[in-house]
């Protein structure tokens, strides 16, 4: 039978952030209050053009100002430096630049005034190119090419799938609907600015402070640029400082990581490169833009029957890992409801805007934007009752999709239930005001997108009943620590403050593939778990020579360990401890353990169980649209969540209301402006992120269906509360006022225009 | 981004700001609560030498009544006007628009009315860091011979998004504008240039000392849109007075209309405004005709420089003046 929250004592519990007095009273070091001895700035210079080959570059007055230390060009990168996903991206540029984004120079002084002054007389002359920066046009064969020694724009990915059969599903189905959908470019908006500082030791070994969320994969990128510079067999030593929000923007190693630790070499010093704001926006990555095609059918009651999609994504001029989200995608595409048959094609094209990369939901908002609209426009084609065709359709427990995904736990039915209760959706709201309702699918068991999908956990008891975890997973904010303390003191019969989560150093911490894909509670937790478990055995075979009694009944609650019926034997755990290491042959209560989730990789064939389990949610909006100016005013919103168990309710509602913020930020306001590949709104004033007057009210009911692979029963929730917000809303405006915007995001021109539209 | 290097003077009393300004005139720029002026410097917008703070001037901060005048010190905060009951009755429009200007944050801590009527024009491709305006040819305002906003445009095609600049020039008020030893009193219709460069007919030794609102007995309104609740500029704005005669409660005497974020300046619509008069207060449909002549009018100067479309924002002048007449007239009806 599953356990209800009333059998723990310490999972389930709204424990607010360990770390929130640090953050509030400005105690947490970030990377921009950190400062070592003899430290230098380093600053990059970008390029002017968007598109143009690099005839000259003098940095002679650069090199003689005073306080100067290094200046770098794209000829002082070794050849192999290179970045990405298909390493297409060196961390200077030479001979060319493909986007204003690109670096075409570096330097480190001094001062962070030096080294601007000297980035300011440094001179390059341009021969500009013309540039393309419309993906659909990027496609055409005449186009331009953005990398010359290429044949075609398009990247060789190989999002080509088919499972079934459309052609006959299409044949046989009672209505169908197709239309073409686009999303835009938004960025992360961290309120902490990238940073990095790399220093290197008399030996060569590189350490490097720096924001991150794959701590070991970072290392991994870093030891590759060694190599390139010719430092073979050197370490690497990665330390996180606070980092003030992640969202996927963390999810590649960036130039001006590569930047410092070529500077830091150059000049025998640490350097420091930071960002201002500007710069955040400006070098740091987007979520990609992406044009849909979508067409999907139903039978006659409703069911469906096949959905054919096809996307184009702006790559960018350069190839991140985040040019892997066609295959997140696919997860909606194939899965959210059942569907049998199932046809996905998939192109990133390179253009000379800025480059994308992974960001919060990693493609799946932008799938489920197109899904979720052509759900209410199949309903309305059909006739069917927009909530019934979705219950109609919905995922269930047992299931297994066309791609392979099991689906284990499934609360989706109970999360729509949710929404319904909350809001009307009989279209009987005053004139203007609408509801709408969308879903989602998404990975909450980790997800299997490298090779492996694991992450260690090493536990060390101390002398007195409190625990060091050394976690492989990241805290950015999200409230990981707090989650893994939890957990283990769950297992230990501890408190959360007895439980010190350590994250921040590769020397120290294990091994982890990332803080990506809403795996840290699921596989990180599950570490944590089975290192605590692992702990307890020792602990209990510890005690049981003490007590004289069987391991197995050895108990742990309320930091004691006993015997439960025997008052005589109970001690608590940390006079055990002292125990332990002051007898004579004594022992030492440490455990380690690694989780890697029974999920599978999807291979060539794009098949496969990619995650252990699956989170599934639905979003209800109710807006009311100012038919003579086109706003659109959110009145209401449900989020709903099937998160298999909330560890810490207060942590995951402020997850949920925090993606439902940037999810509304998404459907209504936020856009980065580009003009022929160049940033227009680098700030938060011309950028339209949600301000606190903003955001609404947000209810959102938990859904508890206790994953049996989960850590006591909980999948990842991280990213799910952005997914399916602007479909919900595109949706509830179409309730309203009978018009349907397919571009995001949702201004009151679009609005406007096409009310007109709809009234001539 | 960081501010350039400057000299930093407090001054302790009026006169000494006069002082300094008549000695330093254009090295000097005055620093009331810095949200414009300092923005724009860390841009490299501006490199003034000296800043001329008004922190210790509390003489400047206050709102009065004189007769049959508000009179409002320039270095009054944006919260204290909004507290205001003395504003929120007899000048309702200044207290709309204040309320939403920046964010509480700002209204309460830095924002001064000052400086909320002297921010400069803005541009989507003017107000860009050092590093972006460094890649292309100077604009008009940047000093240069170039327009982004307007191809081939001769001049700067900038625009005023103060929103309390649209609702005093609605109320009619006028503003006190010294130097050493000489004062001189402009209204807003006149002291907002059109000229996107320099958009006010003010010398660099001058210093804004009060705002005055004639109190008229009659009403007004200002409606703005924004995509944002806060921490956003209008992007089209309408401040609208109307004021009944003294014979006929029910007849309009006189009337103001001015539309603000789509033009160099705030733009008083004479023609909308006289068109009003002698018509009915519960007239909506004179208030959709005064809505469209504003439109039709306000549209030759409209330009193109702040996102949205031109067209969208063109059409919402129309909507923006009828919300605010509708608002003006309910209230006077009651």
Redesign the interface.
């Known amino acids: 039978m599953s356990k209800s929250n009333s059998d723990f004592s310490v999972v389930g519990k709204r424990i607010p952030k360990l770390d929130a007095a640090q953050k509030a009273m400005g105690r947490a070091e970030y990377i921009q209050d950190i400062k070592l001895p003899g430290m230098l700035y380093g600053r990059i210079l970008y390029s002017k053009y968007a598109h143009a080959n690099i005839v000259k570059i003098d940095t002679s007055k650069a090199v003689a100002l005073s306080g100067v230390h290094a200046v770098l060009t794209g000829e002082d990168v070794p050849e192999k430096m290179k970045m990405g996903f298909i390493k297409d991206n060196p961390p200077i540029k030479k001979g060319k630049v493909c986007s204003f984004r690109d670096e075409v120079a570096a330097v480190a002084a001094i001062s962070p005034e030096i080294a601007k002054k000297a980035l300011d007389l440094i001179e390059i002359e341009y021969e500009e190119q013309i540039g393309i920066f419309d993906p659909e046009k990027a496609m055409e064969k005449d186009s331009p090419l953005v990398h010359g020694h290429l044949k075609s724009n398009v990247l060789k990915m190989p999002w080509d799938i088919h499972y079934g059969d459309v052609e006959k599903a299409e044949k046989e189905s009672a209505f169908v609907v197709e239309d073409r959908f686009t999303t835009q470019w938004v960025t992360h908006c961290c309120l902490g600015t990238s940073g990095a500082i790399a220093l290197f030791d008399a030996n060569d070994n590189l350490t490097i402070h720096t924001n991150t969320q794959i701590p070991s994969l970072a290392q991994k990128d870093f030891l590759e640029s060694l190599k390139a510079m010719g430092l073979e067999n050197k370490r690497v030593r990665v330390i996180k400082p606070i980092i003030g929000g992640g969202f996927g923007s963390k999810l590649d190693t960036y130039a001006y990581e590569h930047i410092a630790i070529l500077l830091a070499h150059k000049c025998r010093k640490p350097v420091k490169i930071a960002f201002d704001r500007v710069e955040e926006f400006k070098a740091t990555s987007t979520r990609q833009p992406t044009i849909i095609y979508i067409k999907q059918g139903c039978d006659k009651n409703g069911k469906l029957t096949f959905r054919d999609m096809r996307m184009v994504l702006d790559n960018g001029a350069h190839t991140s890992w985040g040019a892997t989200t066609p295959s997140v995608m696919l997860m909606p595409i194939s899965s959210l409801y059942r569907v049998e048959n199932v046809k996905y094609v998939a192109k990133c094209v390179y253009t000379n805007n800025t480059y994308s990369q992974a960001m919060r939901g990693y493609g799946n908002p932008q799938a489920t934007f197109a899904i979720e609209s052509s759900m209410d426009m199949l309903a309305e084609k059909a006739g069917i009752d927009r909530i019934e065709i979705r219950r109609i359709n919905r995922n269930q427990s047992g299931d297994e999709t066309p791609q392979g995904l099991k689906i284990t736990t499934c609360g989706l039915e109970e999360c729509i239930d949710a929404v319904e209760k909350e809001l009307k959706f009989d279209g009987k709201n005053e004139k203007g005001v609408g509801t709408g309702i969308a879903s989602l699918i998404h990975v909450g068991g980790g997800a299997r997108i490298y090779g492996s999908d694991g992450c260690g956990a090493i536990l060390k008891m101390d002398d007195y009943g409190k625990v060091d975890v050394f976690t492989g997973g990241t805290d950015m904010g999200q409230g990981l620590d707090n989650i893994i303390a939890q957990i283990v003191a769950e297992e230990l019969g501890l408190l959360a403050e007895d439980i010190n989560v350590v994250h921040s150093d590769t020397d120290i911490c294990p091994w982890d593939v990332g803080a990506h894909a809403s795996r840290s509670t699921f596989v990180a937790g599950n570490a944590a778990l089975g290192a605590a478990k692992k702990v307890k055995q020792k602990i209990q075979k510890f005690a049981s020579k003490l007590f004289d009694v069987p391991a197995e009944k050895i108990e742990f609650k309320d930091k004691l360990v006993f015997v439960p019926g025997d008052q005589e034997k109970s001690m608590p755990l940390g006079k055990l401890l002292r125990k332990a290491h002051f007898s004579p042959g004594g022992t030492m209560l440490m455990a380690e353990y690694f989780y890697d989730p029974d999920n599978q990789n999807m291979g060539k064939e794009l098949k496969g169980n990619m995650s252990m389990t699956y989170s599934f949610g639905a979003h209800g909006a109710k807006v009311k649209v100012d038919e003579e100016t086109g706003k659109v005013e959110v009145l209401e919103y449900v989020a709903a969540h099937d998160v298999g168990r909330a560890i810490n309710p207060l942590l995951l509602e402020g997850q949920v209301y925090g993606g439902v913020v940037m999810g509304l930020g998404y459907a209504l306001t936020e856009e980065v402006t580009v003009k022929d590949g160049e940033i227009m709104n680098a700030n938060f004033r011309d950028y339209k992120l949600f301000t606190a007057k903003d955001a609404v009210k947000i209810k959102a009911p938990i859904i508890e269906t206790d994953d049996k692979d989960g850590p006591f029963g909980a999948k990842g929730i991280g990213e799910p509360g952005c997914v399916p917000t602007a479909p919900a809303i595109a949706n509830a405006i179409y309730d309203a006022v009978g018009v349907r915007i397919k571009d995001l995001p949702i201004t009151p021109e679009k609005v406007l225009v096409a009310l007109k539209k709809k009234n001539d | 981004?960081?501010l350039p290097r400057f000299e930093y003077i407090e001054p302790i009393n009026f006169e000494g700001a006069l002082d300094l300004l008549y000695i330093h005139k254009d090295n000097a720029k005055v620093l009331a609560g810095g949200t414009d002026l300092l923005v724009r410097m860390k841009k490299g917008l501006l490199k003034p030498k000296i800043i001329i703070s008004l922190k210790a001037l509390k003489e400047l901060s206050y709102i009065k009544k004189d007769d049959s005048y508000i009179k409002i010190g320039a270095r009054t905060s944006i919260a204290d006007i909004i507290a205001s009951d003395l504003i929120k009755k007899e000048a309702c429009a200044l207290f709309e628009a204040c309320e939403k200007i920046g964010?509480v944050t700002i209204q309460h801590y830095r924002g001064t009315i000052g400086g909320n009527i002297l921010q400069d024009n803005r541009c989507?491709?003017y107000?860009?860091?050092a590093?972006?305006r460094?890649?292309?040819q100077p604009c008009h305002k940047d000093g240069g011979k170039i327009c982004y906003a307007r191809d081939a445009s001769d001049r700067c095609n900038s625009t005023c998004q103060s929103d309390g600049a649209t609702a005093l020039m609605a109320l009619g008020a006028n503003i006190t504008l010294v130097r050493k030893g000489t004062e001189r009193i402009i209204d807003l219709d006149n002291f907002y240039t059109t000229d996107g460069i320099m958009p006010f007919a003010m010398e660099s030794n001058e210093l804004l000392k009060e705002i005055v609102i004639p109190i008229q007995g009659g009403k007004s309104s200002y409606k703005r849109?924004a995509?944002?609740?806060?921490?956003?500029?209008p992007i089209v704005s309408a401040g609208v007075f109307l004021k009944s005669s003294d014979t006929s409660k029910n007849e309009i005497e006189d009337a103001r209309i001015v539309v603000g974020a789509i033009a160099r300046a705030p733009i008083f619509l004479a023609k909308a405004s006289s068109f009003l008069k002698g018509k009915k207060f519960n007239d909506i449909s004179a208030f959709k005709k005064a809505a469209d002549i504003s439109m039709d009018n306000a549209s030759t100067f409209a330009v193109h420089n702040v996102?949205?479309?031109l067209?969208?924002r063109c059409?919402?002048v129309s909507?923006m003046v009828f919300?605010a007449l509708k608002e003006a007239a309910i209230v006077t009806q009651e």
Do not use: C, K, P, V
Not at chain 2, 227 to 233: E, K, N, Q
């Open positions: 981004m960081r964010a989507i491709h107000n860009q860091s590093f972006h460094s890649g292309r849109l995509y944002r609740s806060a921490i956003d500029y996102g949205s479309t067209e969208y059409a919402m909507e919300q």
